[in-house]
């Protein structure tokens, strides 16, 4: 995952700049060792050779630092952008990850592969290669007590797992919390004006504290599991980082060894530990993160593009038998239904009865329990459905930042004698050149710019989910007239309607429950 969102030359630069900082495994103890040793034989001469290859040795571990932390930060911003990039596009081409989830998705799941992976990857790389550089240092000293201290600090790192898989479900569970709370208090903005009229606010914000004290309380036990797996980790190296030193001592005082090589071996050994620390925790941390690393693998492995255009036509669509059932409940009884093309169709019925269960499933939203769809004697995909027809529902979306043409476009080529004939027809056309938003354009103005869009993308057929429902008389009345001199064929949701309404269609489905 880390090398597919992170630009080559950055991976490479970091990598350099963790080389340059290994000499701190070497640098310290060794010139504590020639101190030690330089007063040990009286040779206080050798001090300002000393000196200066530290200052030197030291100047070069500091640019290292300098490039690490810079170019860290690249692999982040590499790897956010990269990775957020492929989310949305993931979103937008496919449904693979649901519309309440992608703002989760986005930032809490980011941030936290962030923390629990991205970050104890590099850390861990960093690891290996200091503790490798320590280790050849402290056996090329002395090998016996070097291999000695190593034995002792390498029980930790093979310790390191333990706990891990209470650690990753606990990660699931804060992963999975996090996006409730996301999805929650979404609805609840949407929805902030019936909460504020209806005085629904108490109620409402001890949804939002349980919510919140929900994904909080996850965190806290992530926290709580990992900083016990640490302390049990710890606990292990505490006994082990004592008794090397111990053995090192007496073989010092026997003379098997020089005063100045301890001191060496036991600070460089003294970096082995800590190192072995990291290591063990960064490895515990990152295993903590190996399901939200696989969804994403899973979720990322395949390039998205999109399909085809798809042109052909679609006419007659035929329901046969159709209906749908959801956990036992029959949400559309069987129906049979034929659209020709450019038919008005109402489509009536009393509340549940499936109206708009009938327009998801003409338009591929839903799939039948029973019965099938053909459109011209063939089974179409939902991206091919999502070309060939157009779904119009009581509150259509607004773009800010785009121009009246750019919003009907949607990023196709904008053909400006096509687009004006079709703001002309559509009743639009004394806004063209401006930029309308969600605030600026009325209920009527937002119903007529989605005909549009059906219009200007050469949609075949048109579902209408009680359109007019909201406008008042005379936007409805502008509204019909609109539909009915379409040449796509139209089927429309409709509640309130008289009996000269409904003659005005080519045929009226009377759904019942």
């Known amino acids: 995952m880390l090398r597919r969102f992170v ?50 040795g030291n100047l070069v571990l500091v640019l290292g630092l300098a490039g690490k932390r810079y170019y ?61 550089v320590s280790i050849a240092y402290a056996l090329w000293t002395n090998f016996y007590l070097g ?58 914000f001890k949804r939002f504290s349980q919510d919140l004290d929900q994904a909080l309380q996850e965190e806290v036990c992530y926290e709580k599991q990992r900083s016990l797996n640490s302390l049990f980790i710890n606990g292990i190296d505490a006994f082990c980082s004592v008794v090397p030193i111990v053995i090192g001592g007496f073989m010092t005082y026997q003379n098997y060894l020089s005063a100045a090589s301890f001191v060496g071996i036991y600070l460089v050994s003294h970096n082995i530990g800590y190192q072995f620390q990291e290591l063990s925790y960064f490895i515990n941390t990152r295993k903590s993160a190996q399901s939200l690393c696989d969804k994403y693998q899973d979720l990322l492995k395949d390039k998205l593009t999109t399909e085809t255009t798809f042109d052909q036509p679609v006419f007659p669509i035929q329901l046969e038998h159709i209906s749908v059932e959801r956990d036992g409940e029959i ?85 400006q004698q096509r687009m004006d004939n079709i703001l002309q027809e559509t009743g639009l056309l004394s806004l063209k050149g401006k ?21 200007y993308h050469k949609r075949q057929f048109i579902l209408a989910d009680e359109v007019k429902a909201n406008l008042d008389a005379k936007n409805q009345e502008k509204i019909n007239q609109l539909l009915f001199s379409l040449p796509q064929a139209v089927v429309e ?4 309607y008289t009996k000269e309404d409904l003659k005005r269609y080519d045929k009226v489905i009377h759904l019942k429950k």
């Open 331 to 415: 949400i559309l009884a069987p129906c049979d239904l034929t659209i020709h093309a450019g038919e008005k169709i109402a489509i009536i019925g009393e509340s549940g009865a499936g109206k708009t269960t009938l327009l998801n499933v003409l338009y591929g939203e839903i799939q039948p329990s029973q019965g099938r769809i053909r459109y011209q004697g063939r089974e179409l995909t939902s991206t091919q459905l999502y070309q060939a027809g157009a779904y119009i529902l009581q509150s259509s979306h607004v773009f800010d930042g785009l121009s009246l043409e750019e919003n009907i476009a949607l990023g196709q080529e904008i053909d």
């Open 72 to 132: 860290y930060a690249r692999l982040i911003t590499d790897f956010k952008a990269g990775i957020k990039r492929a989310i949305f596009q993931a979103f937008l081409y496919s449904r693979q990850i649901p519309d309440d989830e992608v703002l989760s998705d986005l930032e809490n799941d980011v941030q936290q592969l962030e923390n629990s992976y991205i970050e104890p990857t590099v850390i861990i790389i960093s690891s290996l290669g200091f503790t490798a």
């Open 435 to 455: 930029a309308p938003s969600n605030q600026t354009f009325s209920a009527g103005e937002k119903q007529r710019l989605e005909i549009a869009r059906a219009l």
């Open 147 to 204: 291999m000695l201290f190593i034995i002792f600090y390498s029980v930790p790192v093979l310790c390191s797992g333990l706990g891990s898989k209470r650690l990753d479900k606990i990660a699931e569970r804060k992963s999975l919390a996090n996006q409730n709370y996301i999805a929650h208090i979404t609805n609840m903005i949407a929805g902030a004006g019936p909460i504020r009229h209806y005085q629904g606010q108490h109620l409402f």
């Open 493 to 496: 949701v409709i509640h309130h």
């Open 7 to 56: 630009t080559k030359k950055h991976l490479t630069f970091y990598f350099l700049s963790i080389v340059i900082t290994w000499l701190e495994a070497i640098i310290t103890p060794a010139l504590i060792q020639y101190i030690v040793s330089s007063f040990t034989n009286r040779q206080l001469h050798l001090l300002w050779q000393i000196l200066l290859w530290g200052i030197g």
